[in-house]
T-cell receptor, first 117, second 117 residues
């Protein structure tokens, strides 16, 4: 039973380029969350998505950042025109639908580490 | 607003020593959840525990134990007889309770534990 899969694990971009980070949730999980971990800090919530819907994007920067979770395929976190301050580890988590088997645990992937030169 | 404080930035111990990690939180919610996650050097986040604010019983799981003191807003974590494999960054986190709010975790800055052989 594969866990949350994130790729790439490491990504290097130059300032002004675009970064795309992918996340495939665990099998049976319909909820995806993105968190960002800046160096020497804890994780900070960015966005919560369900299939084809953004439920809560209150933690997303207003510009250059977007996220999607299409009907087919992985969730994508997209950062346009990256700047050095975007260098961070981006974690994706998933959970099953609320109720039933949902115990409140978020299952995290191994993270994607973005370095902006 | 929610806030989680992990005052200890780094702790270094010799194998077999006990180590206690402090976590103090602030919230205006009467119902909330507290979590501990482990982040080993490989970078993934490993879920350790989730505790409901109404459940103040201490919990023990193998060499891990947790002390929840609602009166002091603390949720401390103790590793007994530490081992080298316990070396990691440990994060305490807090979320509002509610049907669909569990996902928005507020993380502390983390405590780096180094266990020397």
């Amino acid at each position: 039973n594969a866990g949350v899969m994130q790729n790439p694990r490491h990504l290097v971009r130059r300032r002004g380029q675009e970064a795309r980070l992918r996340c495939s949730p665990m099998k049976g999980h319909s909820h995806v969350y993105w968190y960002r971990q800046l160096p020497e800090e804890g994780l900070k919530f960015m966005v919560y998505l369900q299939k084809e819907n953004i439920i809560d994007e209150s933690g997303m920067p207003k510009e250059r950042f977007s996220a999607e979770f299409p009907k087919e395929g992985p969730s994508i976190l997209r950062i346009q025109q990256v700047v050095r301050g975007d260098s961070a580890a981006y974690f994706c988590a998933s959970s099953p639908p609320f109720g039933g088997e949902n115990t409140g645990e978020l299952f995290f992937g191994e993270g994607s580490r973005l370095t902006v030169l | 607003a929610q806030k989680v404080t992990q005052a200890q930035t780094e702790i270094s111990v010799v194998e077999k020593e006990d180590v206690t990690l402090d976590c103090v939180y602030e919230t205006r919610d009467t119902t909330y959840y507290l979590f501990w996650y482990k982040q080993p050097p490989s970078g993934e986040l490993v879920f350790l525990i989730r505790r409901n604010s109404f459940d103040e019983q201490n919990e023990i799981s193998g060499r891990y134990s947790w002390n929840f003191q609602k009166s002091t807003s603390s949720f401390n974590f103790t590793i007994t007889a530490s081992q080298v494999v316990d070396s990691a960054v440990y994060f305490c986190a807090l979320s509002e309770a509610g049907w669909s709010n569990d996902y928005k975790l507020s993380f502390g800055a983390g405590t780096t534990v180094t266990v020397r052989a």
